[in-house]
């Protein structure tokens, strides 16, 4: 089957998220939400879950899933206000539980956050599946820059988070805890496994240099042929060494302090402390 895929692109943030409807019926799923945040003020705003909700009642959808592709680094995370507004299932990797307990650490964040993904309400692992409507979502764990990322196939769609970019980009960056340039070159060659008709979906773009404007869709073959990083034969030590000294070079996500504390709790923020406001921790000299 072939789902039709709805796009949302934020600039802030350069993240796309999507909606993915059953095109036998009204069943869809949401994949890699955002939660507006202007870490100056720390003021949080919903218009970009907002702009997929007015698209899904607009529509008459059926929100069966909302689905991360990974803990994301660099924007907040939106479902639980998707699910209160929209309803579904709130879904990630399995090794979720190896971020909140490295991350739950560096934020010091205290017995009382969980660390077993139960924030969640379903924990995939490889070789799962899921149904939107009639159309089976199938599961596959693709780490390297994260523990938990995960890529989601769903019919002749492939959701691939940041595990790779457009052709022009190339890969993402392997230098968070738990990531692992020789475990990206591996879940790459599993993703460039499916047939090359397949459509990729990427979770970010940031123009490449000559582009003019934002992408996020291209196919199995292309990503072969023409990635930068993985494409045409490059092999896995050229691969892991080229990913190594580029990643020294990169500073930190503008917004990894607040995603990395949101996120690991399913997009909700920490508890709010005794005078009833929610703060979000600045670690010194952690990441």
Known sequence: ???????????????????????????????????????????????????????????????????????????????????????????????ITIVQDTFGKVFNAGTEFQRDGSQFDA????????????????VLHTPGHTPACM???????????????????GTARCDFPGGSAEQMYDSVQKILSLPDETRIFVCHDYKAPGRDEYAWESTVGEQKAQNVHV???????????MRTERDATLGMPKLIIPSLQVNMRAGDMPPAEDNGVTYLKVPVNRL
């Open 123 to 138: 924990l995939f692992e490889e070789g799962d599946s899921f149904h939107i409507g009639q159309m089976r979502g199938d």
């Open 1 to 95: 089957m072939s789902p039709e895929v709805t796009s949302f692109f934020d600039e802030a943030t350069n993240t796309v998220s999507y909606v993915v409807k059953d095109p036998a019926g009204r069943s869809c799923a949401i994949i890699d939400s955002v939660l507006d945040f202007d870490y100056a003020s720390g003021h949080t705003d919903t218009r970009s879950a907002d702009a997929v909700i007015d698209f899904v009642t607009r529509e008459g959808l059926e929100v069966e899933w909302i689905i991360e592709t990974h803990v994301h680094a660099d924007h907040l995370s939106a479902a639980p206000y998707l699910q209160e507004k929209l309803g579904g299932k709130t879904g990630i990797g399995k090794n």
């Open 151 to 169: 890529t989601y196939v769903i019919g002749d769609a492939a959701f691939v988070g940041d595990t790779i970019f457009m052709p022009d980009f």
């Open 231 to 241: 494409g045409a034969g490059k092999t896995k030590d050229d691969f892991v060494r």
